[in-house]
């Protein structure tokens, strides 16, 4: 007779439209691995007691998304640093003890699908990073291992990207306003969220020639705007966020089963799939 299951999911609200479980299916069918994942909606209300009524019930992993990513961080007792500086959590897990471990591995996510994928090189590059909410925070310490040049945060409300260079003294990194954004770069990563709203952030044109990659945090089946807007002034390259979709899901199946997958089929299916 077949044991049980071992049981992953992903909490958020709005959920209907999670690629979580399809990608993580694809992930374990393609290791070998036995186990469900499942989306469940989560009343923004109640996001403590389903994480502990999750666990109590032996399940084993959380993947977290808006808007609980927070919270998380709090429920979490023992946290990576790049969690501890992104002041969001993503994955959550169990120790033998007990104790609620957790995760950011959005910025793992968005470094390996720059370098792996798409064979950006970040190391001594200068980096302009638009926006200055969760999800670039989540991004820094990864992007900042890297080494790049010079990160300059940019943000309609300076002070908030002020706030962020503040968590890392000593880091080649600085602030700006969109309107005072200076020089070129060879990599533009957009983390406002504009592209949902279809509209562009107030940046000069000059931020981007015919040597500069751009890549947007969002995904569609659609172009970007901020894409489109980097294509039709020459850039070199633009990227979407699917593969920093895919490659951090895949970070959070490594941290749970111990076993990296290979993400570049799955991105292929999801990538067909949008289209």
Same mark, same amino acid.
């Given at each position: 007779?077949?044991?049980?299951?071992?049981?992953?999911?992903?909490?958020?609200?709005?959920?209907?439209?999670?690629?979580?479980?399809?990608?993580?299916?694809?992930?374990?069918?393609?290791?070998?691995?036995?186990?469900?994942?499942?989306?469940?909606?989560?009343?923004?209300?109640?996001?403590?007691?389903?994480?502990?009524?999750?666990?109590?019930?032996?399940?084993?992993?959380?993947?977290?998304?808006? +808007?609980?990513?927070?919270?998380?961080?709090?429920?979490?007792?023992?946290?990576?640093?790049?969690?501890?500086?992104?002041?969001?959590?993503?994955?959550?897990?169990?120790?033998?003890?007990?104790?609620?471990?957790?995760?950011?591995?959005?910025?793992?996510?968005?470094?390996?699908?720059?370098?792996?994928?798409?064979?950006?090189?970040?190391?001594?590059?200068?980096?302009?990073?638009?926006?200055?909410?969760?999800?670039?925070?989540?991004?820094?310490?990864?992007?900042?291992?890297?080494? +790049?040049?010079?990160?300059?945060?940019?943000?309609?409300?300076?002070?908030?990207?002020?706030?962020?260079?503040?968590?890392? +003294?000593?880091?080649?990194?600085? *602030?700006? *306003?969109?309107?005072?954004?200076?020089?070129?770069?060879?990599?533009?990563?957009?983390?406002?969220?504009?592209?949902?709203?279809?509209?562009?952030?107030?940046? +000069?044109?000059?931020?981007?020639?015919?040597?500069?990659?751009?890549?947007?945090?969002?995904?569609?089946?659609?172009?970007?705007?901020?894409?489109? &807007?980097?294509?039709?002034?020459?850039?070199?390259?633009?990227?979407?966020?699917?593969?920093?979709?895919?490659?951090?899901?895949?970070?959070?199946?490594?941290? &749970?089963?111990?076993?990296?997958?290979?993400?570049?089929?799955?991105?292929?299916?999801?990538?067909?799939?949008?289209?």
């Amino acid at each position: 007779m077949a044991g049980p299951v071992d049981s992953y999911a992903v909490m958020g609200n709005p959920i209907a439209h999670s690629k979580s479980p399809a990608i993580h299916t694809l992930f374990a069918d393609q290791t070998g691995q036995s186990l469900r994942y499942t989306a469940n909606l989560v009343e923004t209300d109640g996001f403590e007691k389903a994480v502990k009524d999750f666990f109590e019930n032996g399940d084993l992993g959380l993947s977290i998304t808006v +808007p609980f990513k927070e919270e998380a961080w709090q429920l979490a007792k023992k946290r990576t640093s790049r969690a501890e500086k992104a002041g969001a959590v993503n994955t959550l897990w169990q120790d033998d003890q007990g104790q609620l471990h957790g995760d950011n591995t959005d910025g793992l996510g968005l470094v390996a699908d720059l370098k792996e994928n798409n064979g950006v090189n970040i190391n001594g590059a200068r980096i302009l990073v638009l926006g200055a909410g969760g999800a670039v925070r989540g991004v820094l310490e990864p992007l900042l291992s890297e080494q +790049p040049a010079e990160l300059v945060i940019a943000n309609r409300t300076l002070s908030k990207a002020e706030v962020l260079v503040g968590l890392f +003294p000593g880091e080649a990194v600085s *602030s700006s *306003s969109f309107e005072g954004i200076e020089g070129r770069f060879d990599l533009i990563i957009n983390g406002t969220a504009a592209s949902l709203q279809g509209e562009m952030p107030p940046v +000069p044109e000059y931020i981007v020639d015919n040597s500069t990659c751009c890549y947007d945090m969002m995904y569609g089946a659609e172009e970007t705007v901020f894409n489109r &807007w980097c294509r039709e002034r020459g850039a070199k390259k633009t990227i979407d966020g699917l593969g920093m979709l895919v490659e951090q899901a895949a970070e959070q199946f490594s941290i &749970w089963r111990g076993v990296r997958p290979d993400t570049r089929k799955v991105l292929d299916l999801l990538r067909n799939e949008i289209a």
